[in-house]
Every structure is written in C-alpha cells, then in structure tokens.
C-alpha cells in the first residue's frame, strides 16, 4: 500500500465531507478517499479501486502490478512498414482472408432482460484507443474548480473548432464538470501525455463538490486568457471552450429517466507547450506529446508504434 501526504487545505476539505458518503460522478471514477488518517496521510487501497461503476481491480492487482516491466519512459515513437506494402487496390484484408473464416455475433443493445451495463463494457473495451479530455471547468461564482477526465470525447471540426463531450447523467442532476459547465458556459480541455498520467487518473476520485482535484492530483493551474476556469500547466496541448449546446438523451431501458448528455464546444483559444510545436507547419509532435488514451477497463494506452498511409487519389 502506498501512502501520500494531502497539504492541510486539501485535509481540510476532506474531513468537512468525510461524513458523507461518496457517490460516483461518471463512469470513469475512482474511489481514492480510502485509509485517511489523522497523521496527514492518504493511503490507496488498490484492492478497493473503483475505475467506473462497472470495473473493479481484483484482489490481487498489486501483486500483478509489482510483477509487470517497469515503465520505459524514453520509447520513442517508432515508425514501421505498414501490414502490406505492397498492397494494391481491391485486395481487400491483408490476414490472407482469415478474417473472413470468422463468424460474429449479433446483439440487439435493448434486448429485453439486457443489462445496460453489458453495453457500456462492450462499448468502452471495443472503441479502443479513446483520446481523453481532462477538463477544467470554473463554477459560475468562480468560488468552485474543478477537473475530471472524460473518455466519451473528441475533436469533430476545425471551422469553427469544435469538441464533443459525452457526460453520464442528467442536467437536473448534473455531476460537478457538467453543472460548472453548464452554469459558466466555459471549460478548458487538456490533453493528457505520459508524464502526468497518474495525476490526470487521481482526478477521476469520486470527491464530493467543492473538495479540489486539483490539490487531490497535484497538478498545477495555469491562467486562461478568455474563460475563467484554468489551464493544466502540465498538459502540452490546452484549449479554452465555449459550449455551443448542450442536448440532453433519455434511457431506453428506462423511459422518462435522463442519462446522459453531449455538450458540444467551441474552441477559442489553444496553448501549446513550446518544445512540442513546429511554428512553420502547425503541427504537434507526435514524439514530444506522447499521448494518452483510454482502453477498456483499468488499462491506458500510449502511443509508441506508427505507420504512414498516403490518402488514395483517384
């Protein structure tokens, strides 16, 4: 078990809520509240990590951990040959026609006695590798911060440049990203790369409102120049939005009940890190950002192997 020390403003606002019990804020929330003491120190339980409502880690994950390959943080980003190169218009498949000895399996996500559950794990282990907003968002009051990664995101347009979020709920009980959001009509996405990857996950902790993940991670704020709430000072790539709309979607399995929300942003302001940005082409380096993605379950992915396709002309 591992042990950190919470400064006392973060101690603070923990003892104030300890008393109530945590509820989970999306689907992609972790249950790091676990073993405070009154000597300062949080210790996580990874045995009783929550990584969303419907993933636990076993029993025995620090035991699987400690016996995985330390992390390699100098890979550098490798670019291979694709599958085929000399693949010629019509082939098809390049597996030889493997693929197609395959059968699948037809499943209706409403079927009658199927749980919802089973849709969200098939989805989030299926549409793998998925880019992760880390998102900044400012109460209305500017009395409130906060910060949460959100895997139901992407990039959808660059004129206007426009972003998707996908949030679990309802607006009229709206999660502390949503309700800030929402209320502001602002939010910062932050791009995550390996280098704070921990902290990007420790702001999944299913913190009551008002308790600051930005003191639960350590991560540091930086200032925005046209929305009140912060930048990620560590993220390579931030941008400042403004939300669009926001369309609200009703449960299948349970009519009338509200279940999720998509807000669409518009970005008005990019940061990018220095170092990571050529100025003559706009391009972010894929070796420098070092991204991270989501994958299904507890797992995280990282970019370190690469092919370059031409787009066909006809």
Not at 62 to 71: C, E, G, M, T, Y
Not at 99 to 107: D, Q
Not at 283 to 289: E, T, W
Request: neutral net charge; contains cysteine; proline residues 6%.
């Amino acid at each position: 078990m591992s042990c950190r020390a919470f400064s006392p403003r973060a101690l603070r606002a923990l003892s104030k809520f300890s008393a109530q019990a945590p509820s989970s804020r999306s689907l992609n929330r972790t249950s790091l509240f676990q073993g405070l003491s009154s000597s300062g120190k949080h210790c996580q339980k990874s045995a009783m990590t929550t990584t969303s409502a419907f993933f636990k880690a076993g029993d025995d994950f620090d035991k699987v951990q400690a016996s995985r390959p330390d992390f390699e943080r100098d890979t550098e980003v490798k670019f291979s040959k694709p599958p085929k190169p000399d693949w010629k218009e019509g082939e098809g498949g390049n597996d030889g026609g493997e693929s197609l000895t395959k059968n699948h399996i037809e499943i209706d996500p409403h079927e009658e006695g199927r749980p919802v559950s089973n849709n969200y794990k098939l989805l989030i282990s299926g549409v793998v590798p998925r880019p992760i907003a880390l998102i900044s968002t400012k109460s209305k009051d500017g009395k409130t911060a906060n910060l949460a990664p959100f895997s139901y995101a992407q990039v959808i347009n660059h004129d206007p440049p426009l972003f998707t979020v996908g949030f679990v709920g309802s607006l009229e009980k709206a999660k502390d990203s949503l309700k800030n959001l929402t209320e502001s009509g602002e939010c910062v996405i932050n791009i995550i790369s390996e280098h704070f990857v921990e902290a990007a996950n420790a702001t999944a902790v299913n913190a009551p409102y008002g308790v600051s993940e930005w003191e639960v991670s350590g991560l540091h704020q930086a200032p925005s120049s046209v929305v009140q709430a912060a930048r990620v000072k560590e993220s390579m790539l931030s941008i400042e939005g403004k939300v669009v709309e926001t369309k609200e979607f009703e449960s299948r399995a349970t009519p009338g009940k509200k279940t999720g929300v998509l807000a669409i942003i518009e970005g008005v302001r990019f940061w990018v890190r220095e170092d990571a940005f050529d100025k003559e082409t706009n391009v972010v380096d894929l070796k420098v950002l070092k991204p991270i993605s989501r994958l299904g379950g507890l797992a995280y992915g990282r970019t370190t192997d690469a092919i370059e396709l031409p787009r066909p002309k006809f």
